[in-house]
């Protein structure tokens, strides 16, 4: 009778002590936070020209993309011309180190793009026209 109850008091007892997974997942949870980079997309896809100079760029950056009809979008959002110095700049004082890399239709007007990059050389940012590279 006691050998009875001394096993039932033991599968009562016996539980998953979830406390260590946690801990594990806790930490893996704040290791992606920390190593992931943002990207700020521009948010509509673009047809870019061709260039047989094109060089790949690895730095993480802010995308802004002309389209076809010389809208121009930052973070998926249409923006207006004289909006984007102020948008690059308060994307500046969150993160100081930023690059701009502008995504131009090969439809859109050559002065859209040369008016997008004035805008950003008065917010004194580095940027990059994005091409294709010459055998795609």
Do not use: C, H
Request: negative net charge; glycine residues 2%.
């Amino acid at each position: 009778m006691r050998q009875r109850l001394n096993l039932s008091q033991q599968q009562e007892d016996a539980e998953i002590n979830m406390t260590p997974m946690l801990d594990v997942v806790f930490i893996m949870l704040i290791f992606f936070i920390v190593s992931t980079s943002f990207v700020r997309e521009s948010g509509i896809d673009v047809n870019r020209p061709s260039a047989d100079s094109a060089d790949s760029q690895s730095k993480t950056a802010v995308l802004v993309a002309i389209s076809a009809d010389d809208e121009i979008w930052l973070d998926r959002k249409p923006l207006d011309l004289r909006m984007v110095r102020p948008a690059i700049e308060r994307l500046r004082s969150e993160q100081a180190e930023i690059n701009v890399v502008v995504q131009a239709d090969e439809k859109s007007s050559t002065g859209q793009l040369v008016s997008v990059i004035d805008q950003l050389r008065l917010a004194k940012v580095q940027y990059t026209v994005a091409t294709k590279a010459g055998g795609e």
